[in-house]
């Protein structure tokens, strides 16, 4: 019977103290990156980094092209379902570099910015639908091999 008490009442010692403990602090959300805080202050914002190609013709490799881009999405609606959709909305942007990279981009010239930005446009507009959110290009950086 003592056993039996002083279980329980061990076990109430230890329930009490787990609930008295402070809350776990909140995971920042991707509106809180804090790479994203750097190029705007816009609630709006979408960070979208990460996006990296090989420039390639046959069957050399001559650097890579990095991108990093955001989305300007005024809809809360929309944000929500392009946080949501994430990995393919990225895998439509990675697609556009990859073809900008291996097919459009001059071997040891500047990336055409304005291209890029199009291509990567049309692979949002493809996902989330034709205006629902706008492209803005944080850098375009060529590193060479």
Do not use: C
């Not at 001559?62 to 946080?83: C, M, Q, S």
């Amino acid at each position: 019977m003592q056993k039996a008490l002083a279980l329980l009442f061990g076990s109430l010692l230890v329930a009490g103290r787990a609930s008295a403990a402070p809350p776990a602090a909140a995971k920042p959300s991707a509106s809180e990156d804090p790479q994203a805080k750097r190029i705007t202050g816009s609630t709006n914002y979408v960070p979208t980094f990460g996006l990296r190609a090989s420039i390639s013709r046959g069957f050399k490799v001559h650097g890579v092209l990095a991108i990093d881009a955001g989305l300007d999405v005024p809809k809360e609606a929309t944000r929500k379902l392009a946080e949501a959709i994430r990995p393919r909305l990225m895998s439509q942007m990675r697609d556009a570099v990859l073809n900008y990279a291996s097919l459009s981009y001059v071997v040891g010239e500047r990336p055409d910015v304005d291209i890029v930005r199009a291509r990567l446009q049309k692979a949002v507009d493809q996902v989330l639908g034709k205006g629902e959110a706008r492209v803005a290009l944080a850098s375009v950086i060529v590193f060479q091999e």
